[in-house]
């Protein structure tokens, strides 16, 4: 299993820097660049990072950013300090969380929230199975 997470600030520009790095990782850990679900992660990675521009840069100054790789399996996450947790179930999902749940289930995937136990926050975290086409 391959991991990286890394932290970006929660201010303009935040999105282009996650995708960034989230794109490389991508690439290195075995996600064929340009593919569909390269692309599927990374339209996830700005979304979620848009929520916490949206909805939590009062509460969080910076996002934690994950990729991960590994056992079949791609997994976005995206951690802030905003304890508020969105319903992800639900009538009232946003539409960035809606295209994230519609995503993740073409995949085979799961989208949940889970509250961070360290401390204030939340982990928003997108799975997806690998289809073998994708693996570079």
Excluded: C, W
Excluded at 58 to 85: E, F, K, N
């Amino acid at each position: 299993m391959r991991r990286h997470v890394f932290t970006v600030p929660v201010q303009p520009g935040a999105v282009r820097v996650a995708r960034r790095e989230a794109a490389a990782k991508l690439a290195e850990f075995g996600i064929a660049p340009k593919s569909l679900l390269s692309d599927v992660a990374l339209l996830v990675v700005s979304e979620l990072v848009v929520n916490v521009l949206r909805h939590a840069a009062d509460r969080s100054p910076t996002a934690d950013v994950g990729v991960t790789v590994g056992a079949g399996q791609l997994v976005i996450g995206v951690a802030d300090r905003d304890p508020r947790i969105p319903d992800v179930e639900g009538d009232a999902l946003g539409t960035g969380l809606r295209i994230i749940a519609e995503l993740t289930a073409r995949y085979d995937g799961t989208l949940t929230v889970e509250p961070d136990l360290a401390s204030p926050g939340k982990d928003v975290i997108a799975r997806f199975v690998i289809p073998d086409a994708a693996a570079g």
